[in-house]
């Protein structure tokens, strides 16, 4: 275990990224920045997260805000039911906790929006807590390295991190969890990725993967995007950001396929992101 910390942290010192929500401590940056990049390419993220936290600075500003501007500035990134979780986080914690997020677990469970994967991330990140942290690029990694397996049961791979992190190497570097996270996390974006570069591998030697030469590791699969229902979806709301309102009358003028507007229509309301009015003509804007 002492080779693989060793190896992970001598990697890091020279490859680590320099990325902006890790020159912070402040809860709401780093909580900002986990939120976007759900899903979402870190290229795509920082030119976001820089005007988010300009135009949203606190808790209390994002809260205030309209729902229609947060729709409005979450486009580009995809998947903006996000943002609306976002809000209705930050309404929770001025409401409960006047602005100050929690940094205990339990704490944060019980908030809307935040998982356990997003609670783990909050306390070692933003709190520096000695906690096991795991995302996709973690996973692969240990996967690979100590069992050769396309997939395992996550309790296991929670034993062993806890071991990495309670292990006497950790203990040199304090905070640990918060910096070897991210070191794996960088390891997994740019060496261990789906399609592993093993020729710069400075694990190479002690992997299971690299000796059996397997490397599969199955993820869900998600849904062709040109065309997909999320297409049209994200489609309508670009329209909104710029038009605010559009009639269903024009909608229904656009063929798209083997949907129909009603359709997407209604699944943007279930989840908060459009308001339909019926008068003077059926149309739809975003929510206020």
């Known amino acids: 275990m002492s ?12 490859n680590n990224r320099d ?23 870190v290229d795509r993220v920082i030119p976001k997260y820089f005007r988010w936290l300009e135009l949203f600075p606190t808790w209390k500003s994002l809260a205030e805000t309209s729902t229609a501007q947060v729709i409005s500035e979450w486009s580009g990134l ?48 933003a709190f520096e807590k000695e906690v096991t942290v795991i995302d996709t690029n973690i996973e692969r990694i240990m996967l690979r390295y100590f069992w050769a397996k396309a997939e395992h049961e996550r309790t296991e791979l ?23 996270f ?21 694990l190479k030697m002690t992997c299971k993967a690299f000796a059996v030469q397997k490397f599969v590791v199955h993820r869900p ?12 979806r994200g489609q309508l709301l670009r329209e909104l950001k710029n038009k605010h309102r559009i009639t269903i009358h024009s909608l229904r003028q656009v063929d798209i396929q083997k949907y129909s507007w ?18 003077p003509e059926e149309y739809v804007t975003l929510p206020q």
């Open 19 to 41: 990325l902006p929500w890790r020159r912070t401590r402040d809860p709401y940056a780093i909580c900002v920045s986990e939120f976007m990049l759900q899903q979402t390419q």
């Open 158 to 180: 929670e034993k062993r991190l806890l071991k990495v992190i309670t292990d006497k190497a950790a203990k040199q570097h304090i905070p640990f969890a918060r910096y070897f």
């Open 3 to 14: 080779l693989f910390i060793a190896s992970i942290w001598q990697w890091f010192e020279n």
């Open 78 to 125: 995809g998947y903006n039911s996000r943002a609306l979780r976002l809000q209705k986080l930050a309404r929770a914690v001025v409401d409960k906790y006047q602005g100050i997020l929690p940094s205990g677990e339990e704490d944060l469970l019980d908030l809307p929006g935040i998982g356990p994967y997003t609670a783990r991330a909050l306390q070692a990140f």
């Open 262 to 279: 009603s359709e997407i229509i209604q699944s943007l309301q279930k989840d908060g992101l459009v308001a339909v009015h019926e008068k």
């Open 221 to 232: 699969k998600q849904s062709h995007f040109p065309h997909s229902k999320r297409y049209y």
């Open 182 to 202: 991210q070191a794996l996390m960088d390891f997994g974006a740019l060496v261990c990725k789906a399609k592993p570069q093993c020729s710069i591998c400075p």
